[in-house]
């Protein structure tokens, strides 16, 4: 059974942090998700020199935004707006299964959303507020508990928040 392990990053640089030490400890980037706020008419992600920008800048302006290095090449990148709380930017497999569950949040928002990918309802909760609030949903899909505590110990040294594990629902 999959499992996902969660955490919010509070600016860009952990969000990048993190990122990088998941891909060092050999975490594929197509199991990493990230999920933000579309704000980049006010801040854009930071521009790291002498990377592979350009090509996940080019993923990342086919949806109106500058993104990092780090962030950009993450699989399946795009905003979409969820009704109650705006624009979006998600990267990896949350974009396809928000995608879909946006359809039908209406009225629960990204709250609903989140709760459909299998967050409990009072974390779900959290973490929308944290969303809106500035922060990044960071999340890496795992299969075992070795590489859910090796999850863990990567997002506690970088210093992110509400670290929880769940085990996915199908989407």
């Known amino acids: 059974m999959t499992k996902a392990v969660f955490c919010?990053?509070?600016?860009?640089q952990q969000t990048e942090t993190i990122i990088t030490n998941l891909q060092l400890a050999g975490f594929s980037y197509n199991d990493i998700s990230v999920l933000f706020p579309d704000k980049s008419?006010?801040?854009?992600?930071a521009h790291e020199k002498h990377t592979k920008l350009p090509?996940?800048?080019?993923?990342g302006g086919s949806v109106g935004l500058s993104?990092?290095?780090?962030?950009g090449l993450l699989a399946g990148i795009g905003a979409l707006a969820i009704p109650g709380v705006g624009p979006l930017i998600a990267a990896g497999p949350i974009m396809a299964a928000l995608s879909g569950a946006a359809v039908g949040a209406a009225t629960g928002g990204l709250t609903g959303s989140l709760i459909g990918l299998g967050i409990p309802e009072y974390e779900a909760k959290r973490y929308e507020g944290k969303?809106?609030?500035?922060?990044?949903?960071?999340?890496?899909?795992?299969?075992?508990?070795?590489?859910?505590?090796k999850v863990k110990?990567?997002?506690?040294f970088a210093h992110a928040e509400d670290i929880s594990s769940t085990e996915e629902e199908t989407v």
Not at 8 to 12: F, S, V
Not at 55 to 59: C, F, H, K, L, V
């Open 153 to 156: 110990d990567i997002f506690k």
């Open 131 to 149: 969303i809106i609030g500035g922060n990044t949903l960071i999340s890496v899909h795992t299969k075992n508990g070795v590489a859910i505590d």
């Open 41 to 45: 008419t006010t801040k854009d992600f």
């Open 67 to 71: 993104v990092g290095a780090v962030v």
């Open 55 to 59: 090509e996940g800048a080019a993923i």
């Open 8 to 12: 919010i990053a509070k600016n860009t």
